[in-house]
C-alpha cells in the first residue's frame, strides 16, 4: 500500500534516497526543488514498520518507479497513467520491464559520472541562455531528439526559476549546440540535453 508523502516524510525519504544518490538524482532533485506541494508532482512510499521498501515519484507527465528490494506496483501505476495521461515511466531496466505500459517505447540509457574534465575545452564561445531563449533551446532538442516531449513554456518557467541551466554557443546569432543541467541540489546535478545541430557537430562545441 502506497502512501502520497508529506512534509513529515522528508527526512525518511531523503535517507532512503541517499542510500545511492546518483541513481536517484532526479528524485531527490525534483524533492530539493518542488518540495510536496507542487502541482506538477507527487510522490508515494511503501513503506511499514520495517521501513521504505519503494517508491513512484509522478513529475508532470511521467512517472519514475524505485526499490531496491524489486518491488512494483503494477495497478497503482495503472492508475496514475490513466488519472494523468502518463506518457514516460522511467527507473532501472529491471523495474520497469516488468510494468505493462501500452504506450512503451524502451529507451536504454548510462550513467556517466564525471570526476574532472581531461583537456578542457576553450570556454570563450560558451554562453548562458535564459527564460527568453525558451522557444529557440526547445526547437534544437526537438531536432535532435524525437521523443523530447517538454514545451517551451515549461523550459521558461524552469529557466526563470532557476531550477535548470542551459549552456551553449551561438553561430551568426543562431543557437546551434546546448547543454542544459536539470535536478539540482547540494552537490548534485545531472547534465541532460546535450545536443548539436547537425551541420555544426564535430566543431567541438559540445565537449
Known sequence: ML??????????????LYQNPVLNLFIIGDLYNYGFDSDIQDLYIDEDYQGIH?????????????????RIYPEFVAELVERHQITHINGEASLVEKYDFTAR?????????????????????VESFGPEDAQEISEVFKSVFKNFS???DEIQESLAKKLDRVYGVRVDGKIVSIARSTAECPGLAMLVGVATLESFRSLGYAR
Open 105 to 125: 517505447e524502451n529507451v536504454l540509457c548510462y550513467f556517466s559520472q564525471c570526476k574532472e574534465l581531461k583537456n578542457a575545452p576553450e570556454m570563450t564561445l
Open 54 to 70: 519503494g517508491l513512484v515519484l509522478r513529475y508532470r507527465n511521467s512517472i519514475l518507479v524505485q526499490s531496491y528490494e524489486g
Open 150 to 152: 517538454a514545451k517551451p
Open 3 to 16: 502512501k502520497k508523502c508529506s512534509e513529515q516524510d522528508r527526512k525518511r525519504l531523503t535517507d532512503y
